[in-house]
């Protein structure tokens, strides 16, 4: 039972960095049907970024955390000004390519600046584990998984009540419509990009602190794609339920069938599992459905 | 108000359609811009909001003046500051957003949400059929519904003036009847000026100050309603009246009826 708690919470929290991440993939496909294949990298970049702050220019973590937030913003706008927008009016898939170029170029920069070695993130949050019931938990899970669900919340709040979050829906749903009132879509589509900057920078940061980091942090962008389909792509609930379930079950596989079958079965899981829902629920849990009336 | 001088549109750089249109808008007034499918109605709706360039289509050729200041060239959002605002032909509401949040989606651009709540309840003032609506996603609104959540939109931004495409399109006589009063309403008592595109020129007609007639990108006749409603032309093609006065024949308004379905 404990073995299975353990794995539960584990679960929940990689599971709730994959939504996160997923979060910011979902932003961008929704208003802008694209696929951001360097979804991935910005992760991995953000974590570098933060560690270079804290190890190699010795700013605290705090301010350090910040200022890897306010590159990540610049980041995102930037993609968006001069990678993006002189595509607008191009097909999309030409802008899929575009990212998985952008993809090769951050991976490339990380590792002419940093190496490939992993290297570990300095303790910030103190080691010892506090007790769950009977089951020893670290504390940094605990952090990673409160900043992950506040987070979460956050962004839901933003896109239900705010007017930013509601014109981003807006132009999600119809582009031309949305212009019409005003709302200024490449606005729109800079906002998606940060966000996705942001909260991408935010999950590999909490990954560093709990695992290290080292190039293959970009492999989250292979974890998140399964996650936004499994939550239907473009819907944002679907995005936090997908990552909570894709984290357990990676979790739970691992712990109960890898040892059974000798490994591998962890990285299998998410994509059977998914291969799955899609047969069931080809919109996945979550798309949108289509309306349809005349 | 409004004043297009001798516009010219072209789309993809070479379609040209709209071949030198003028009209005017005067303040406070509803005007009423006829003509059949594919006249270029829309066409010069879009000319004046600025979405054109989101079509590839661009005004080559004149001038359009709202309140003394040229506005063809800018974009969308710019001119829905200055406050046009053009209601969509097929209403366009936002089908997975809530009544509330597309009509916060049409106040967009007016500043501070302190007088959200005035608004909101400006909106529902005029369509009370939207309230019980509010929190249902608007794309299982009935048509009617989603018309009035369209126009609705467009009181959230305040607009001085309003371009309606076709807000009769598709709906039952009796409720183009109820939103033309409304439209009616809002013109006398938010005093926005209205410039209406309509293929249903009886209607139209019944509540404009003004008319123009178009074809082929061009005004071919233009005046009171009166003096238009009077015209054997008018009468014959857009009053499906023949001159002596009998309704035409229900195959050619089945016809029409399907190639404005196979258009829109
Ligand atoms: N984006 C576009 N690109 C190229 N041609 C276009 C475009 N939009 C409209 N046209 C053409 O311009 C002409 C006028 O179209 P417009 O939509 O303005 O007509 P309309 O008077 O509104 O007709 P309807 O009553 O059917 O809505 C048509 O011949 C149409 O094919
Ligand atoms: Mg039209």
Known sequence: ?294 | MLALNNVEVMYDDVILVLKGLSLQVPEGKIVALLGSNGAGKTTTLKAISGLLKTEEGEVTDGSIEFLGKRIDGRDAATIVRMGIFQVMEGRRVFEHLTVEENLRAGGYTSKGDGNLKNKLELVYNYFPRLIERRNQKAGYLSGGEQQMLAIGRALMAKPKLMLLDEPSLGLSPMLVQEIFGIVRKINQEERATILLVEQNARIALGIADYGYLMENGRVVLEGTPEKLQDNEDVKEFYLGLTDVGKRKSYRDVKHYKRRKRWLS
């Open chain 1, 1 to 294: 039972m404990d073995f299975f708690l353990l794995l539960l919470v584990n679960g929940l929290v990689v599971g709730s960095i994959y939504a996160l991440v997923a979060l910011g993939f979902v932003l961008i496909y929704k208003s802008s049907d694209v696929l951001n294949l360097a979804q991935g990298e910005l992760v991995m970049l953000g974590a570098y970024i933060c560690f270079a702050f804290v190890v190699q220019y010795n700013i605290p973590f705090f301010a350090a955390f910040v200022l890897t937030l306010v590159f990540s913003t610049i980041l995102g706008l930037s993609v968006e000004r001069v990678v993006l927008r002189p595509l607008i009016g191009q097909p999309i898939i030409s802008v899929i390519m575009v990212t998985i170029g952008l993809s090769s170029v951050l991976r490339a920069l990380v590792q002419a600046f940093w190496g490939t070695d992993t290297r570990p993130f300095p303790t910030i949050v103190s080691e010892a584990p506090v007790m769950l019931g009977s089951i020893p938990i670290s504390q940094v899970y605990i952090y990673s998984l409160a900043v992950s669900l506040v987070l979460l919340a956050i962004f839901t709040a933003f896109f239900r009540y705010s007017k930013t979050g509601i014109a981003m829906r807006a132009v999600a749903d119809d582009q031309q419509a949305a212009l019409s009132m005003g709302i200024s879509v490449r606005r729109i589509f800079a906002m998606a990009w940060i966000i996705a900057a942001v909260v991408s920078a935010i999950g590999g940061i909490m990954v560093g602190l709990i695992n290290g980091i080292n190039i293959s942090l970009s492999y989250m962008g292979l974890k998140v794609l399964p996650v936004a389909i499994l939550g239907g792509l473009d819907s944002i609930p679907g995005a936090v339920i997908g990552g909570l379930a894709i984290g357990v079950l990676e979790n739970l596989s691992g712990g109960y069938i890898d040892p059974i079958v000798g490994g591998g079965v962890k990285e299998v899981a998410p994509f059977v599992f998914l291969v799955f829902i899609l047969m069931i629920k080809p919109y996945g849990l979550f798309g949108k459905e289509i309306i349809e009336r005349v």
